[in-house]
């Protein structure tokens, strides 16, 4: 699996946008990145994963570079509900892939 | 319905006793897993279990056995319990790295 690099915390004002970014500059070219996030005292929630196109669902937006070397995650509107810890992952995504977490980054929404 | 419940929530025990966590998914996912997450808040992978096929971390002490009857259940005993085994433990079932889903943790305490 590629190593991931996040920055250990950010803050974040209500209602703008959050970018959490990520370096991932040894993903190999069959590695996704999946992005997942822990609330406090709660079990890790699945948010958004991508190859090397942009993608965006209900929860956010993740941006990847060109050369898939790092990446972005955006909440478009944050609220205080999306403080948490956030997982930036990178792993080739076969079934028998193990969910190995980082440090990642502690997202503090505030109002 | 809860998708992946682990009983009990909290557990308080004596050092050198023995005891399990169960948990139980009813997404019909093909594997299993139990996370540790200790005061530094690092997760970390314990077991996966897949089809029958257990897969063992090497840093896991063999105090800790998981024991599975079935697909749907991914039971954890843990031997002569120790200090150090204070920690939030993870039951996780997924179907793919996109689709781990997380139980609610069972915070064990050893005094």
């Known amino acids: 699996d590629a190593k991931t690099t996040q920055p250990p915390s950010m803050d974040c004002a209500e209602g703008r946008a959050a970018n959490l970014p990520c370096n991932h500059s040894t993903i190999s070219g069959n590695e996704y990145v999946y992005w997942y996030r822990q609330i406090h005292s709660q079990g890790p929630q699945y948010i958004i994963h991508?190859?090397?196109n942009n993608e965006t669902n209900e929860m956010a937006s993740l941006i990847i570079t060109e050369d898939r070397k790092s990446s972005t995650l955006i909440l478009p509107h944050a609220t205080l509900r999306d403080t948490a810890v956030y997982y930036c992952i990178a792993n080739y995504g076969g079934s028998q892939g193990n969910l190995i977490f980082g440090k990642g980054t502690k997202l503090s929404v505030k109002p | 319905d809860t998708a992946v419940s682990q009983t009990p929530k909290y557990l308080v025990t004596q050092m050198g006793n023995d005891k399990s966590i169960k948990c139980e998914q009813n997404?019909?996912?093909?594997?299993m897993y139990w996370y540790k997450q200790d005061s530094k808040k690092f997760l970390k992978i314990m077991f996966s279990?897949?089809?029958?096929?257990?897969?063992i971390n090497e840093t896991v002490p063999n105090r800790f056995s998981p024991k599975s009857p079935d697909k749907a259940h991914l039971n954890l005993h843990i031997n002569s319990l120790e200090l150090g085994d204070s920690a939030v433990y993870f039951c996780?079932?997924?179907?793919?790295?996109?689709?781990?889903?997380f139980g609610s943790g069972t915070r064990l305490t050893v005094v």
């Open positions: 991508g190859l090397k």
């Open positions: 996780a079932s997924s179907q793919g790295l996109r689709s781990y889903t």
């Open positions: 997404l019909g996912h093909d594997t």
């Open positions: 279990y897949n089809n029958k096929e257990l897969i």
